[in-house]
T-cell receptor, first 115, second 115 residues
Framework: AQSVTQLDSHVSVSEGTPVLLRCNYS??????LFWYVQHPNKGLQLLLK??????LVKGINGFEAEFKKSETSFHLTKPSAHMSDAAEYFC?????????????FGTGTRLQVTL | GAVVSQHPSWVICKSGTSVKIECRSL??????MFWYRQFPKQSLMLMATSNEGSKATYEQGVEKDKFLINHASLTLSTLTVTSAHPEDSSFYIC???????????FGPGTRLTVL
């Protein structure tokens, strides 16, 4: 079975400083990993996806994530936070390869950005 | 591309009535659609998976007679909450996946309040 652990339920950063949201996964095969963002009362927006092509994945809005198999991690980073980045972030793993997969969600990390 | 819409965005109904929520993939054909439920400040819980033209597969603990899912076309799935009760109040989110990929694209969600 697949699982995802988001190590921080809440992260607070100042605007203009780096963002680091941590995620560890467990998978019995080479997984697909995703980061989604959810703004209040909104659906989820795909930030980026890892599918084994490259370990450093660049996403939208300046976010990127690095897949580290040895550490079973897929941390999300951004060099400089913006007020509009304040939201809930979910690390997600696909439970099996291909189109039969279901997604397993982490518990989420709420990012707060202060002036 | 990959836009998913939901209607309505919010609905208030009386206890005992039924409510239908629509999920549409606007610019791609969704071979599979998913319905999730999200409680306040919690992660998403998968309720069911539906493939176009076939019966939905419900997750353990989800009442199929209470949450009716229809996926009649490649762009539309509906979730009907039958005989709604206050405990059914929640944020319902759908997602859609096209053929040949494990990436899900999420709708904006529907806030259901049962009085």
């Amino acid at each position: 079975a697949q699982s995802v652990t988001q190590l921080d339920s809440h992260v607070s950063v100042s605007e203009g400083t780096p963002v680091l949201l941590r995620c560890n996964y467990s998978s019995s095969y080479s997984p697909s990993l995703f980061w989604y963002v959810q703004h209040p009362n909104k659906g989820l927006q795909l930030l980026l996806k890892y599918t084994s092509a490259a370990t450093l994945v660049k996403g939208i809005n300046g976010f990127e994530a690095e897949f580290k198999k040895s550490e079973t991690s897929f941390h999300l980073t951004k060099p400089s936070a913006h007020m509009s980045d304040a939201a809930e972030y979910f690390c997600v793993v696909s439970d099996s390869p291909g189109t039969a997969s279901k997604l397993t969600f982490g518990t989420g990390t709420r990012l707060q950005v202060t002036l | 591309g990959a836009v998913v819409s939901q209607h309505p965005s919010w609905v208030i109904c009386k206890s005992g009535t039924s409510v239908k929520i629509e999920c549409r993939s606007l610019d791609f054909q969704a071979t599979t659609m998913f319905w999730y439920r999200q409680f306040p400040k919690q992660s998403l819980m998968l309720m069911a998976t539906s493939n176009e033209g076939s019966k939905a597969t419900y997750e353990q603990g989800v009442e199929k007679d209470k949450f009716l899912i229809n996926h009649a076309s490649l762009t539309l799935s509906t979730l009907t909450v039958t005989s709604a009760h206050p405990e059914d109040s929640s944020f319902y989110i759908c997602s859609a996946r096209g053929g040949g990929t494990d990436t899900q694209y999420f709708g904006p969600g529907t806030r259901l309040t049962v009085l």
